[in-house]
């Protein structure tokens, strides 16, 4: 099981896709699962809604339950890339016993790094496929046709946490919660870090390096 870490913005979503298609194993983002409960109106999902929107983070029972229901699944049996999960220490140490019960574990922990003024533009110019979950930015990473996914060809849109007041709060959540899953994971020596702010091919070169040893 391998964990994508870092800021909102860093680029895991993008990395994990890439991954995904290298490896062969599925990405697992709780975000991407999260929108997809809210989308059917699921009571997960409306319970998350009000979290995701103010960039707080959604309870921990909550996002384990739904992360353990996805790692039961036939496709994530060889394994998974987590984006996004575990956020907090809690829900690492959920993550441990959960795999352990299965006789499996966590293998590596990447941390993608990046100033915090490069992910405010990253974010603020970022599109979001609603079905797909494809990610494109404005400036830097121009879908083929305006507004339209180039994986599905689904509308692309803005998430309703890429505004600049739910980026403050996530950017402070990540640094009070999720910077010390950097520590766990860094001392059972599974931590390794990737420069997140070069391009997306570059950082991908810099991934498949930090996973060989
Ligand atoms: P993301 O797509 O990873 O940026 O996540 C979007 C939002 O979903 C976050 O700001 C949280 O509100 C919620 N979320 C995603 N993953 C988690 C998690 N592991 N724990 C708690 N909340 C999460």
Known sequence: MLVLMGPPGVGKGTQAAMLEAELGLPQVSTGDLLRSA??????IGSLAGEYMDAGRLVPDEL?????????????????????????TVDQAEAL????AEQNRQVDKAVLL??????????????????????????KTNRP?????????????????????????????????????VVGFYRS????REVDGGQTVDEVFQGLQGALKH
């Open 38 to 43: 809210r989308r059917d109106g699921s009571e």
């Open 96 to 99: 441990q016993t959960m795999l």
């Open 188 to 191: 059972q020596g599974l931590l």
């Open 144 to 180: 083929r046709i305006d507004g339209i996914c180039d994986s599905c060809g689904d509308k692309l849109e803005s998430r309703t946490d890429d505004n600049a007041e739910a980026i403050r709060t996530r950017l402070a959540t990540y640094r009070a919660s999720t910077e010390p």
């Open 63 to 87: 996002v384990v339950a739904l992360i353990k229901r996805r790692l039961e699944r036939s496709d994530a049996q060889q394994g998974a890339i987590l984006d996004g999960f575990p956020r």
């Open 113 to 138: 790094t990046v100033k915090e003024e490069a992910v405010v533009s990253r974010i603020l110019g970022r599109l979001t496929c609603g079905s797909c979950s494809s990610v494109f930015h404005v």
